[in-house]
C-alpha cells in the first residue's frame, strides 16, 4: 500500500510539528498505540511543564517582593493574597500534570 500525497504531506506536517523525521513518527506512534501518544510528544509536554513551573517560580519571587513592600507599610492587600493563592493552585496544577507525564 503507497502513501498518497495528502498522507504524505500530513506526515510531514507533524514531523515537523514535533521536530522528528517520518520514519521515527511512524516508529514512535507504532510502538505506542496504546498510550494514546508519542515519546516525543511526552517529552514535549514535559519540557513545556516546566518551562511553566519555572516561569510560576518567577511570578512567585515577584510576589514575595511585592509582599516585603507590603510588610514594610503593614497593609496587605487584597490582591497579593488572591495572586499568592491563584500561583500555588497553578502550581499544584503544574505538579500533579508533571507527575502524571512522567516518563517509565
Not at 19 to 28: A, D, Q, S, Y
Not at 46 to 60: D, K, M, P, S, V
Amino acid at each position: 500500500m503507497k502513501v498518497t500525497p495528502a498522507e504524505e504531506a500530513l506526515l510531514l506536517q507533524l514531523a515537523a510539528a514535533q521536530g522528528v523525521t517520518v520514519p521515527r513518527l511512524l516508529v514512535e506512534a507504532a510502538l505506542s498505540a496504546s498510550a494514546g501518544q508519542t515519546p516525543t510528544e511526552r517529552r514535549n509536554a514535559i519540557a513545556e511543564l516546566f518551562r511553566i513551573y519555572r516561569l510560576l517560580g518567577t511570578i512567585a519571587n515577584n510576589v514575595n517582593q511585592m509582599a516585603r513592600a507590603t510588610n514594610a507599610t503593614g497593609q496587605v492587600h487584597p490582591e497579593l493574597t488572591e495572586t499568592m493563592r491563584a500561583v500555588r493552585r497553578v502550581a499544584d496544577r503544574v505538579e500533579g500534570a508533571i507527575d502524571g507525564l512522567a516518563l517509565p
